[in-house]
């Protein structure tokens, strides 16, 4: 079944003197559970699309629709960003308070949530987050990782369907990038709709589809597979496929009989039977 | 020598209950022309060793010498030693504050004592070093480029003021592969004509295998290993570390295990290409 739905959607920023493209016809459907990974360079469009997921930008042509219901339907909206929850790229600009368990309280309050539902909820969000240890610590303290995993149990109290992560690995090294992305792949797994906006080409290669944009448009959607073996597509989107298939595609290019790979292990793999 | 330091050793909070060791007698020395590379887990003291250089915290025990100024010695020449050394901070975009960027660059040397014209054509000399046209951005407002064109403003406006030394807090963080590419090649190209000795941190190892000849690692305060590259990837055990190795080493070492070897140098995708065309041609096993 899917959960998204968006239809010849277009969307541009307008100032006083000019318009710039944010997107421009996009049609893609989400199905619930899907685990989609969201690529492509700087200002192709990529966090335009994930704010008119979520009602935060409303298209100007087209239409987005959350399990049904349409962002630009006004009396929709908080239903659709209960629906839909976003992790952002900074963790610091984030947090809301200065307890860990009223900051992950924050969304359910404003929606309006019984007291004794909210704590039920803030303890399973933590606890999915492997943060309920620290629930009446302060967040201040915390690292990168572990900010950006409560940043994720906050949205996760709201009980959303799809969960958006728009570069929330961006400012985190590499132990942080770990902890957030198996956070992440567990929640998929029991079932969360997950949309991973990211540069790191290796956090693309466990999706289980690939959506290439460039200049406002969907270049391509296809398996890590497919798209990492484009070496055309990889080019024109200026993505920098993981080393594994950059040694793949040069050795093709060279005339050796490979095939496109994912990860390390499975080019050795290929490169032992060159033997 | 550009950078000596000596028994370095600083203490947060000391005498608190949040008394934190974050460098524990760290001894290395630069020389002019190197490219070092300086990685640890986050929480290592990699920032505390560099705001030392900079003089941007105060030496507490040890000895930190830059060129000829000693931040041992009392009362040394601050402002003359941030003129040797140029600071890029994280995220450096965000620290972008004029109306132009003309203005924006021109801030350091006029710091330091440059008159306006003088600072000016420094600031052009700069911000076309960078890649970026001077006709076409002086002008603009720092805040309406895009994020890659910010980051090359915030070198510029380190350059303008000519060091001798880099420091590049990871550079490319947070850029898309175009940007982070185009910056490691901005910073290869600067080391050629502009400011030969270049210290980095990264965390993605990858990059320090590709761009820097020294490693330097720390690891809760201590500099466990001075090495180059290839000796540290391929010699030393980093797993408990929990460093990444790079990839090109990751599959050569997977290689060797099913019984191809190749030479213990690779650091890069081409260099593993290219180490694997010949295996390949000269027979496999037999080569």
């Known amino acids: 079944m899917s959960i998204l739905e968006l239809n010849d959607l277009s969307f541009s920023y307008k100032t006083d003197e000019e318009e710039t493209i944010g997107v421009k016809n996009i049609n893609l459907t989400v199905e619930k559970g899907e685990f989609i990974v969201l690529l492509g360079h700087n200002g192709c469009g990529k966090s335009t699309l994930a704010k008119l997921l979520n009602g935060l930008l409303l298209p100007d042509e087209g239409t987005v629709s959350v399990d049904g219901f349409l962002t630009s339907d006004e009396s929709n909206i908080y239903k659709i960003r209960s629906k839909v929850g976003m992790v952002f790229q900074n963790p610091d600009n984030q947090m809301v308070a200065s307890i860990i368990e009223d900051d992950v309280a924050f969304g359910p309050e404003n929606l309006g949530v019984e007291r004794s539902e909210i704590v039920k909820r803030v303890e399973w969000a933590l606890e999915a987050v492997g943060m309920s240890a620290y629930r009446k610590g302060t967040p201040f303290k915390l690292s990168g990782g572990q900010k950006q995993r409560i940043a994720i149990a906050s949205v996760l109290a709201m009980k959303p369907d799809v969960l958006i992560l728009d570069e929330s690995t961006a400012m985190l090294d590499p132990q942080g990038r770990e902890e957030v992305l198996s956070v992440v792949k567990k929640l998929n797994a029991d079932g969360m709709t997950v949309i991973l906006i990211t540069h790191y080409m290796d956090e693309a290669t466990d999706a289980d589809r690939i959506v290439v944009m460039n200049a406002g448009q969907i270049e391509a959607t296809g398996t890590p597979k497919e798209i990492f073996s484009d070496k055309e597509l990889i080019d024109r989107c200026r993505l920098h496929p993981p080393v594994c298939c950059g040694v793949m595609h040069k050795l093709s290019a060279l005339g050796f009989p490979v095939e496109p790979v994912l990860t390390d292990e499975e080019a050795v793999e290929v490169l032992c039977r060159l033997r | 020598m550009s950078i000596e330091i000596k028994d370095l050793t600083f203490v947060y909070g000391a005498r608190t209950p949040y008394e934190k060791k974050a460098l524990d007698n760290v001894t290395f020395s630069v020389n002019e022309g190197e490219s070092v590379g300086l990685i640890g887990m986050t929480g290592s003291g990699k920032s505390t060793l560099l705001q030392h250089i900079n003089g941007l915290i105060k030496l507490k025990s040890g000895q930190v010498k830059v060129f000829d100024i000693d931040l041992s010695k009392r009362k040394p020449d601050l402002m003359r030693l941030r003129k040797h050394v140029g600071m890029l901070f994280q995220y450096p975009e965000y620290q972008l504050f004029a109306d132009t960027v003309k203005a924006d660059v021109m801030f350091g040397p006029i710091n330091f004592g440059m008159k306006k014209p003088e600072a000016e054509e420094a600031a052009k000399k700069a911000v076309t070093l960078t890649g970026l046209?001077?006709?076409?951005?002086?002008?603009?407002?720092?805040?309406?480029?895009?994020?890659?064109?910010?980051?090359?403003?915030?070198?510029?406006?380190?350059?303008?003021?000519?060091?001798?030394?880099?420091?590049?807090?990871?550079?490319?963080?947070?850029?898309?592969?175009?940007?982070?590419?185009?910056?490691?090649?901005?910073?290869?190209?600067?080391?050629?004509?502009?400011?030969?000795?270049?210290?980095?941190?990264?965390?993605?190892?990858?990059?320090?295998?590709?761009?820097?000849?020294?490693?330097?690692?720390?690891?809760?305060?201590?500099?466990?290993?001075?090495?180059?590259?290839?000796?540290?990837?391929?010699?030393?055990?980093?797993?408990?570390?929990?460093?990444?190795?790079?990839?090109?080493?990751?599959?050569?070492?997977?290689?060797?295990?099913?019984?191809?070897?190749?030479?213990?140098?690779?650091?890069?995708?081409?260099?593993?290409?290219?180490?694997?065309?010949?295996?390949?041609?000269?027979?496999?096993?037999?080569?």
């Open chain 2, 133 to 287: 046209d001077w006709e076409e951005i002086k002008d603009r407002s720092p805040l309406e480029l895009s994020g890659g064109q910010k980051r090359r403003v915030a070198i510029a406006g380190i350059l303008a003021y000519s060091p001798d030394v880099l420091i590049l807090d990871e550079p490319t963080a947070g850029l898309d592969p175009a940007g982070k590419k185009e910056m490691l090649d901005l910073i290869a190209s600067l080391r050629k004509t502009t400011v030969s000795t270049v210290i980095t941190v990264s965390h993605n190892m990858d990059e320090i295998a590709e761009y820097c000849d020294r490693v330097i690692v720390l690891d809760g305060g201590k500099l466990i290993y001075d090495t180059t590259p290839e000796k540290l990837f391929y010699k030393e055990d980093v797993s408990a570390l929990r460093l990444h190795l790079p990839h090109a080493v990751r599959i050569v070492k997977l290689l060797e295990q099913k019984g191809i070897v190749l030479p213990h140098d690779i650091l890069t995708e081409d260099a593993l290409v290219n180490a694997l065309k010949e295996y390949f041609l000269k027979g496999g096993d037999h080569a």
